[in-house]
């Protein structure tokens, strides 16, 4: 096996909660970017160049990660792979979605919930859908009956992840949680904390030198736009 560098590694995946068994809510950490022209891009790039005012070489680091979260079986399902991604945009509305069916639920727990011990069945077939999701993902939720051996019968819920052949039962009250999880997330604070557990690579790593070009001559930067003056009736777009 060749040896190891930072540039092999793909992504951090933390787990935030076990929602039931063989199914988690995860937070992931992508150490890189792609796209069609430069194909795979490591987070890390470091840009060496020439700095005329002071007339020295320097280096800027600049750093390119991407996160999100993940409602995913940890064990696939017969050959199914439960998988739903919650990014930055999906946060507000999957939070209200999960506390939405929760309080629904509980607040109808008597109408929707018969509990007779084994008898127990669940009276009103509600239904809680999420379609707007990133791939095209659906998540279904539906009022059920389940036994714990702790508490024997009691109120539950059955996920639905993209597909009908392929459900989880977990407790009324998970909802809840999942809805403050997913509330409470802040997707890039979570990331810059993790590339902490990453660590600094060495310096030097993914080097771009732009202090001299082909020719040997220095390249200068670009001169940024100037502001408008405070005293001046200028708008920012009319210099």
């Given amino acids: 096996m060749k040896e190891l560098t930072y540039e092999n590694y793909q992504k951090l995946q933390d787990q935030m909660c076990v929602i039931t068994k063989n199914l988690v ?26 700095n005329t005012k002071f007339d020295e070489v320097v ?11 993940s409602i995913e079986n940890v064990v696939p399902e017969n050959g199914y792979k439960a998988f739903v991604m919650i990014r930055a945009e999906d946060l507000i509305e999957s939070r209200n979605f999960f506390l939405e069916a929760y309080k629904t639920l509980k607040s109808r727990r008597e ?28 998540l279904v939720l539906k009022p059920c009956i389940i036994r714990t051996i702790e508490k024997g019968h009691m109120p539950g819920v059955k996920m639905f992840i993209n597909s009908k052949e392929i ?14 999880y997913i509330g409470n997330s802040d997707l890039f604070l979570y990331a810059q904390n993790a590339m902490t557990y990453v660590g600094r690579p060495p310096m030097g790593t993914n080097l771009i030198d732009l202090a001299k070009n082909e020719a040997n001559e220095e390249v200068k930067g670009v001169k940024g736009r100037r502001l408008p003056g405070p005293k001046t009736n200028d708008g920012f777009f009319d210099l």
């Fill in 167 to 180: 459900s989880f039962e977990f407790p009324l009250k998970k909802l809840a949680g999942l809805a403050e």
């Fill in 25 to 50: 809510l995860n937070f992931n950490t992508i150490l890189f970017s792609w796209s069609e022209k430069k194909g795979r891009s490591y987070f890390h790039t470091e840009i060496q160049y020439k």
């Fill in 59 to 69: 280096i800027n680091i600049k750093r390119k990660f991407d996160s999100y979260l």
């Fill in 111 to 138: 109408e929707i919930y018969k509990m007779a011990g084994s008898r127990s069945r669940v009276m009103e077939d509600a239904v809680f859908v999420l379609d707007d999701l990133p791939q095209g993902a659906t």
